[in-house]
Nanobody, 126 residues
Framework: QVHLVESGGGLAQTGDSLRLSCAVSGLTLSRYTMGWFRQAPGKDREFVAAVHRDGDFIVYADSVKHRFTISRDIAKNTLYLQMSDLKPEDTAVYYC???????????????????WGLGTQVTVSS
C-alpha cells in the first residue's frame, strides 16, 4: 500500500525559506516520477514541480522557477521541495504525488498522479 506523508509546512514571511518533505512508503522513488502540487483556497490544484524517475529531468511551474528546488533522497525514500524567496501568492496546501505506473505522459498533469498525500499548509504573510 502506498503512503505519502508531507511535512515542513508552516507560517512564513515574504522572502523566507521553507523545506517540505514527503516520506514515501509502498513504492521506490527511483522507479517513479514524483511531483509536488499546491492548491490555494478557491483555486484548482496546480502543478509546482516534478522529478522524472531517472532523476535527470526536472520541470517547474513558471511561477516557482528559480525559487523552488525539488529533490529526492533515494536512500530515505523521501521527496523534498526547497522553497526560497517565498511570496504571499505561494500560500496554499502543498501535496506530493506519485503516479499509478512507472511511466507518465505528462509530468505536469494532475491526472497522471494516482497517489496523493494529505498535504501540508504553507502560509506566507506580507
Amino acid at each position: 500500500q502506498v503512503h505519502l506523508v508531507e511535512s515542513g509546512g508552516g507560517l512564513a514571511q515574504t522572502g523566507d525559506s521553507l523545506r517540505l518533505s514527503c516520506a514515501v512508503s509502498g513504492l521506490t522513488l527511483s522507479r517513479y516520477t514524483m511531483g509536488w502540487f499546491r492548491q490555494a483556497p478557491g483555486k484548482d490544484r496546480e502543478f509546482v514541480a516534478a522529478v522524472h524517475r531517472d532523476g535527470d529531468f526536472i520541470v517547474y511551474a513558471d511561477s516557482v522557477k528559480h525559487r523552488f528546488t525539488i529533490s529526492r533522497d533515494i536512500a530515505k525514500n523521501t521527496l523534498y521541495l526547497q522553497m526560497s524567496d517565498l511570496k504571499p501568492e505561494d500560500t496554499a496546501v502543498y501535496y506530493c504525488a506519485a503516479p499509478g505506473s512507472e511511466t507518465v505522459t505528462s509530468m505536469r498533469a494532475p491526472h497522471e498522479y494516482h497517489y496523493w498525500g494529505l498535504g501540508t499548509q504553507v502560509t506566507v504573510s506580507s
